[in-house]
């Protein structure tokens, strides 16, 4: 697929606590930002970035239930269980992943990010692919 209205932007990496995501992407050279909680989603987020590998988002529970909590139970060690695509048109982007027979299904509607300064962001599952989230201006 040629989807021109979709460009790769991170990796999302669900944890039950940090402490070995933060040591394992430093240890390949990453630069760690500041962890920021999300209280729509009752998360705690942290993108990491690097000079020529994919950024990786490491994602763990708050306090009460979110949507990350059975993932990160059920996976102690950590799951990637999402990709993040960036997009000028979602709108686009959408119709753009329809005609190619892939239909995306909404699982949560665009809402502020506070980890991409007040940007919006949505999920989809889409079928053979799994949970993807657009990221738009």
Same mark, same amino acid.
């Given at each position: 697929?040629?989807?021109?209205?979709?460009?790769?932007?991170?990796?999302?990496?669900?944890?039950?606590?940090?402490?070995?995501?933060?040591?394992?992407?430093?240890?390949? $050279?990453?630069?760690?930002?500041?962890?920021?909680?999300?209280?729509?989603?009752? &998360?705690?987020?942290?993108?990491?970035?690097?000079?020529?590998?994919?950024?990786?988002?490491?994602?763990?529970?708050?306090?009460?239930?979110?949507? &990350?909590?059975?993932?990160?139970?059920?996976?102690?060690? $950590?799951? &990637?269980?999402?990709?993040?695509?960036?997009?000028?048109?979602?709108?686009?982007?959408?119709?753009?992943?329809?005609?190619? $027979?892939?239909?995306?299904?909404? !699982?949560?509607?665009?809402?502020?990010?506070?980890?991409?300064?007040?940007?919006? &962001?949505?999920?989809?599952?889409?079928? $053979? !692919?799994?949970?993807?989230?657009?990221?738009?201006?």
């Amino acid at each position: 697929m040629n989807e021109p209205h979709l460009r790769f932007h991170h990796f999302g990496l669900a944890v039950k606590r940090p402490e070995s995501a933060r040591k394992f992407v430093a240890a390949l $050279g990453y630069q760690r930002g500041e962890a920021i909680f999300d209280p729509a989603q009752n &998360v705690f987020l942290e993108l990491c970035v690097h000079d020529s590998h994919p950024a990786v988002e490491i994602i763990w529970p708050g306090s009460d239930a979110g949507p &990350v909590d059975k993932l990160a139970q059920r996976h102690t060690s $950590g799951i &990637v269980y999402h990709l993040c695509y960036e997009t000028d048109n979602l709108s686009a982007a959408l119709a753009g992943l329809d005609a190619q $027979g892939l239909n995306p299904v909404c !699982v949560s509607r665009p809402t502020v990010s506070p980890l991409f300064n007040g940007r919006n &962001v949505s999920f989809y599952n889409v079928i $053979g !692919v799994g949970l993807i989230e657009i990221l738009e201006p």
